[in-house]
């Protein structure tokens, strides 16, 4: 089976496109397979789009997302007709969603500046950019720290990031070149193979989730707790809703 192209991480402002179906499978639910997507799949701590999938043969309802062996599902059901293999269909995603997911995982980052730029020693670890309860997790150590005032501290530096409107841009590079432009790259990246990096102007994240496209959309960034978690600093965070 063909690997499906994902669009997304040449593109994530992208909110509609067309496609060719490659296969429909029905099972308890009907997943249709496409040769590239914008549809983001779960994964990286951020949850899959919704959407629709049309042309005159029919409409269908993407209802979840999921990437497996690097095949990208799309799982729901036709509100009409159905597909033909080798159709060519108008995909459609449900934006106010995408866009907060998009403003609630950029914020993660913009957080994740803030404490590179504080100095803070803190290694990045899991993140959970979900609506409910989003953090961002560090190895670390809170000890003799003022909670409090690295709360607003992280806060407001988080904010000026936001208020400058910097820009973000994906740009493919190998892992040589990303430990230039990356404070972290995590290990399990191919070496010698080309991965995708957001650069958030000169700060670069390696990362294949969606982002905002400039960082005034995301409007306001909330720390709201900072608590130790046996060797973890979990820092959990809002956004303007
Ligand atoms: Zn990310």
Redesign the pocket.
């Known amino acids: 089976m063909q690997l499906t192209k994902l669009s997304y991480l040449d593109d994530f402002s992208l909110m509609q496109d067309e496609a060719i179906v490659l296969q429909v499978i029905q099972e308890n639910n009907t997943i249709i397979i496409l040769d590239h997507t914008i549809f983001y799949p779960q994964g ?2 951020q949850p899959y789009d919704k959407g629709i999938i049309e042309n005159n043969n029919g409409k269908f309802i993407v209802e979840e997302v999921r990437f497996v062996d690097g095949i990208v599902k799309h799982i729901g059901k036709f509100e009409y007709g159905t597909f033909n293999v080798n159709d060519k269909v108008k995909c459609l995603i449900d934006k106010d969603r995408r866009e907060l997911h998009s403003r609630l ?1 950029s914020a ?2 913009v957080i994740d500046m803030a404490i590179d730029e504080l100095k803070l020693g803190w290694i990045p670890g899991k ?1 959970y950019h979900f609506p409910e309860g989003p953090y961002v997790e560090y190895s670390g150590n809170l000890e003799n720290i003022d909670k409090e005032k690295l709360k607003t501290d992280i806060e407001n530096l988080s904010n000026k990031f936001v208020n400058e409107a910097i820009e973000t841009k994906p740009i493919f590079m190998d892992k040589a070149k990303m430990k230039e432009v990356c404070r972290h790259v995590p290990d399990f990246l191919p070496e010698g193979k080309p991965s995708r990096v957001v650069m958030y102007g000169k700060f670069g ?1 390696p ?1 294949g ?1 969606t982002h905002v496209t400039n960082l005034k959309n995301i409007k306001q960034i909330i720390i709201r707790k900072i608590k130790q978690e046996k060797t973890n600093i979990r820092v959990s965070y809002d956004i303007e809703r």
């Open positions: 990286g701590g995982h993660g980052h993140a994240v990362c989730g």
